[in-house]
């Protein structure tokens, strides 16, 4: 396995990242001999056929992106070339991710539907140049006729039929008179070229079915490599901006442009993103879905920009990090991690502090008078004076994280534990004085503890020092709330390529049977009507965002990604 991968530690936070970028160099270089009147205009292309996921993100920031940055234009445009895969709610959530990215096509949406008359005159246009013929060879003798990567193909018996004949046949395929898969409409190119796509490549074939645009007007429909291209040029796109598996179609694309006299786009192959630990092709994400592996496209395990959304991710790390990764000429892996790093630098910057357990453990402070509420100033951003403070609510009874308590510590354990003394987030300082138990399991249910009232706000008058803070909710205050906890959605995979389209092993059986534990918390009061999709910081735990379907009666959190939690690691490394 080979890895381009970009280490998130060796990011370095004071150079602003300016990752090299060969489509920028072109462009320049364009612009400086004017090449196209000095116009940048690009478009992405999705085929709407399954939601967006991170490494459209990639394209997307690319072509809008550039097209900013040079004052140029980038259109959104749907290749819906094919009538059988493709919905309304494709459409409908593409548009919505990109504008949740942050890009604006403005007036300028296409689909590449609109262009199906153009496209029919232009495939009549080549047929009387002697440039294209109708073939009666089904798809499987097309596929034998084709030959191998070492020897050329046979023509087509068909490939001689006179213009008067194929204008015939070609009119009779559009007015429905045979049947599906019965004849195509073929490019007269070269069966000897070395390149496939050259080999007579099919331009139309036969399907009776409805387009979710143009309901029942075709019963013929143009390949996508017959269209890509055409639609291009028809925007007058100057640099169509694509993924590396078409650069040996390139020469199909230039050869349709020159051989009708259109608008030529210059097209430029880049790296597909590729990801640690993650699938990122259509067909794996739809079978994801379809087999209820998970909730839907919008999970929050999946890798679609609509799930990484609704677990928490901002447009602001999904560009910075497409900003970092760069383009190149050869296919890699990015380690998810370098995601994750880009995400956690945005979301300290921006989000909220709050304290919420996750895993609840209830502390009875002795000595605190039974009737006293205290409002805790807590600090809303320490990365942004202006977030200001807010009101925590103390009193009597608390909950603190489970795991912040051991009856027994390990060494190197400096939490709460019998006769330890620790400090309370924006409180006191509390030292346990006892446990209790459940008399059937011996499980510790609630601690008990003292604190001390001279330490207001978590400091001692006497200067003396506790190795820990940890976090807590006023157990008459708290709101419960539903943590979900994501972990990956795979576990890992060393045997990953480059060309994950291609890789035909069973991606279900990697499936991570832990990718999501459900518990049940307490969230200090302050987040009770935070609109969905609010991300904050639950202090000490992770970057948490409101799902989706929370209400003020029913809270639901998802974790977005954790802190880098450095007890974890020692306790590894100390086994
Ligand atoms: P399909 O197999 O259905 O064609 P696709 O992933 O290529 O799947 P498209 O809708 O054709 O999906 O993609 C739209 C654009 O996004 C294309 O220009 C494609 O090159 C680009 N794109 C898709 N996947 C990636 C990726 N992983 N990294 C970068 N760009 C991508
Ligand atoms: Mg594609």
């Given at each position: 396995m080979s890895t381009n991968a970009v280490d998130a530690?060796?990011?370095?936070?004071?150079e602003p990242p300016r990752p090299s970028n060969f489509i920028r160099d072109i462009i320049l270089d364009d612009l400086k001999t004017g090449k196209y009147g000095g116009r940048v205009h690009t478009r992405f292309p999705p085929e709407p056929n399954g939601y967006l996921h991170i490494g459209h993100a990639k394209s997307i920031c690319l072509n809008f992106g550039l097209a900013q940055e040079f004052g140029g234009k980038c259109n959104l445009r749907?290749?819906?070339?094919?009538?059988?895969?493709?919905e309304t709610e494709y459409v409908e959530s593409i548009m919505e991710d990109v504008r949740w990215l942050g890009f604006d096509w403005e007036d300028r949406l296409f689909y590449a539907s609109d262009y199906f008359d153009q496209l029919y005159e232009w495939a009549i246009q080549l047929i009387k140049a002697g440039k294209a013929y109708v073939c009666d060879l089904t798809a499987e003798q097309i596929r034998q006729y084709r030959g191998t990567p070492t020897e050329p193909g046979k023509e087509s018996?068909?490939?001689?039929?006179?213009v008067e004949e194929n204008l015939d046949l070609f009119e009779r395929m559009r007015k429905g008179e045979f049947p599906d898969g019965s004849r195509t409409l073929r490019s007269?190119?070269?069966?000897?070229?070395?390149?496939?796509?050259?080999?007579?490549?099919?331009m139309y074939r036969i399907l009776h079915a409805d387009h979710?645009?143009?309901?029942?007007?075709?019963?013929i429909y143009p390949m996508y490599d017959f269209t890509h291209g055409e639609s291009d040029s028809i925007e007058g796109i100057t640099h169509s901006i694509c993924t590396l598996e078409f650069e040996d179609h390139r020469p199909l694309y230039d050869w349709y442009v020159e051989q009708l006299g259109i608008h030529h786009p210059q097209q430029i192959e880049f790296d597909r993103l590729n990801l640690t630990n993650t699938v990122l092709s259509k067909r794996k994400l739809l079978q994801l879905v379809e087999q209820g592996?998970?909730?839907?496209?919008?999970?929050?395990?999946?890798?679609t920009l609509s799930g990484i959304r609704r677990r928490g991710y901002s447009p602001e790390a999904i560009r910075n990090f497409c900003g970092r990764i760069g383009v190149s000429k050869t296919n890699g892996i990015i380690e998810y991690s370098l995601l994750e790093h880009c995400l956690r630098e945005d979301l300290n910057l921006r989000s909220a502090r709050v304290m919420a357990v996750v895993d609840p453990i209830r502390v009875v402070?002795?000595?605190?008078?039974?009737d006293l509420v205290e409002e805790m100033d807590a600090v809303n951003n320490p990365e942004d004076p202006a977030a200001g403070t807010r009101k925590a609510p103390f009193s009597k009874v608390i909950y603190i994280e489970?795991?912040?308590?051991?009856?027994?510590?390990?060494?190197?354990?400096?939490?709460?534990?019998?006769g330890r003394e620790v400090r309370l987030r924006y409180a006191y300082l509390i030292t346990c004085t006892s446990v209790v138990k459940d008399?059937?399991?011996?499980?510790?249910v609630e601690v008990r503890c003292t604190y001390d009232?001279?330490?207001?706000?978590?400091?001692?008058p006497d200067g003396r020092k506790v190795k820990s803070t940890i976090h807590w909710v006023s157990a008459a205050h708290g709101l419960d709330f539903e943590a979900r906890l994501y972990n990956e959605?795979?576990?890992?995979?060393?045997?990953?390529?480059?060309d994950e389209e291609n890789d035909?092993?069973?991606?279900?059986?990697?499936?991570?049977?832990?990718s999501l534990e459900v518990k049940q918390g307490k969230i200090e009061p302050?987040?009770?009507?935070?609109?969905?999709l609010t991300r904050y910081q639950f202090e000490r735990v992770g970057y948490f965002c409101v799902d989706?379907?929370?209400?003020?009666?029913k809270l639901i959190f998802n974790r977005t990604v954790g802190l880098k939690d450095t007890w974890a690691k020692l306790e590894k490394k100390s086994g």
């Open positions: 530690g060796s990011v370095s936070k004071q749907f290749d819906d070339t094919n009538p059988c895969k493709e018996p068909y490939r001689n039929r006179s007269k190119i070269d069966m000897a070229s070395p390149n496939f796509n050259m080999r007579d490549p099919v979710h645009r143009t309901g029942s007007k075709w019963c592996h998970v909730a839907g496209w919008d999970d929050p395990r999946m890798p402070i002795e000595n605190y008078p039974d489970r795991e912040d308590f051991r009856e027994n510590p390990p060494k190197q354990y400096y939490r709460l534990s019998p008399p059937a399991t011996g499980e510790v009232p001279a330490t207001r706000g978590g400091n001692a959605l795979f576990l890992p995979d060393d045997k990953a390529t480059e035909t092993r069973d991606f279900t059986a990697r499936l991570n049977p832990n302050s987040v009770q009507t935070a609109a969905p989706k379907d929370s209400t003020p009666e």
